[in-house]
C-alpha cells in the first residue's frame, strides 16, 4: 500500500516518539493554506496509514478545511484499537494505553506545532471505530466530536456497554457529538450483531446528553462518505 505522503500533494511523514508506548509513531500531517493563523479544527484520522483512507479524508475536507493528523496504526492495530482481550483478535487489550498516549502526548504535539481553533475530531472505521466510541465513553473531553463508521462493538460488547451504562448521567458528555454510521449492506458480524442494540443503549441512557446521530448509509461495511456526513453533522449540531 502506498504511503499516503507519496500520494497526495501536501502530505507530509512525521515521527514522533512516545514515552508511554515505548514506540516511535508515524503521522501523516495536511494543512490548510494559512492554517499557522489558527483559525481551522483538526481532524484526527485512525488508520491514515492506509493510502483510501488518506484520500477519503482529504475529499471529505475539502469544502470544511482542516489540519489533518492522519495516525497510521497498521502496527499492532488489535493492541491500540480494542480495549479488551478478544480471543480472535491477537494481541488485543490495550486500547486504554494508546488513548493516553493520543491524550497526553499526541494532542499537546500537535497543539505546539499546529496553530488550530482548538476544535477536535476523531474517526476511525470497524475496530478504530470502536476506538473511536471508547474514547468518547472514556475521556469525552478529549475531543469535540467522534466519528466512527461501523464499529466492530462485537470486539468488546460487554466493555462498552459498561461504558454506556457508566457514562449515564456525568456531565462530561453533555454538548459532545457522536456520528455513528454503519452500511445498508453491512455483513461484518462485530458490527451488525451488536450495532442495534448498542444504539438503542446508547439512545435510552446518553440520549439526553450526547448531540448523537446514528445511521445507515449505502454500502457495506465502513461505508464511503461516513466522513463527509459526519463533519457536516458535527459542524449543524448544536446550532
Known amino acids: 500500500m502506498e504511503r499516503p505522503d507519496r500520494l497526495f500533494k501536501g502530505v507530509v511523514k512525521k515521527t514522533i516518539s512516545s514515552t508511554i508506548l515505548n514506540e516511535q509513531r508515524t503521522l501523516y500531517i495536511h494543512c490548510p493554506k494559512n492554517y499557522q493563523q489558527g483559525k481551522f479544527p483538526v481532524l484526527f484520522m485512525l488508520d491514515a496509514g492506509i493510502g ?13 478545511p482542516h489540519i489533518i493528523i492522519g495516525i497510521d496504526t497498521k502496527r499492532n492495530r488489535n493492541r491500540d484499537m480494542i480495549p479488551t482481550v478478544s480471543p480472535r483478535q491477537p494481541g488485543s487489550g490495550a486500547a486504554e494505553t494508546f488513548l493516553r498516549f493520543i491524550r497526553e ?21 470497524s475496530a478504530s471505530g470502536l476506538f473511536t466510541l471508547y474514547a468518547l465513553l472514556k475521556s469525552p473531553d478529549s475531543f469535540t466530536a467522534y466519528i466512527s463508521g461501523s464499529p466492530a462493538i462485537g470486539y468488546s460488547v ?13 456531565c462530561q458528555l453533555r454538548g459532545k457529538k457522536l456520528f455513528l ?23 435510552k441512557r446518553l440520549g439526553d446528553q450526547l448531540l448523537m446521530r446514528i445511521t445507515r448509509l449505502p454500502g457495506r461495511h465502513v461505508p464511503i462518505g461516513f466522513l463527509k456526513r459526519g463533519l457536516e453533522f458535527a459542524s449543524k449540531a448544536g446550532e
Open 52 to 64: 483510501f483512507v488518506y484520500g477519503q479524508s482529504l475529499k471529505a475536507t475539502r469544502q470544511m
Open 105 to 125: 502526548e499526541l494532542i499537546p504535539y500537535v497543539d505546539r506545532h499546529y496553530p488550530n481553533n482548538g476544535t477536535r475530531t476523531l474517526c476511525g472505521g
Open 158 to 170: 460487554d466493555k462498552m456497554g459498561q461504558l454506556v451504562r457508566d457514562a449515564a448521567g456525568k
Open 181 to 203: 454510521a454503519y452500511g445498508d449492506k453491512e455483513r461484518f458480524p462485530p458490527t451488525i450483531r451488536f450495532i442495534p442494540d448498542f444504539a438503542d443503549l446508547m439512545k
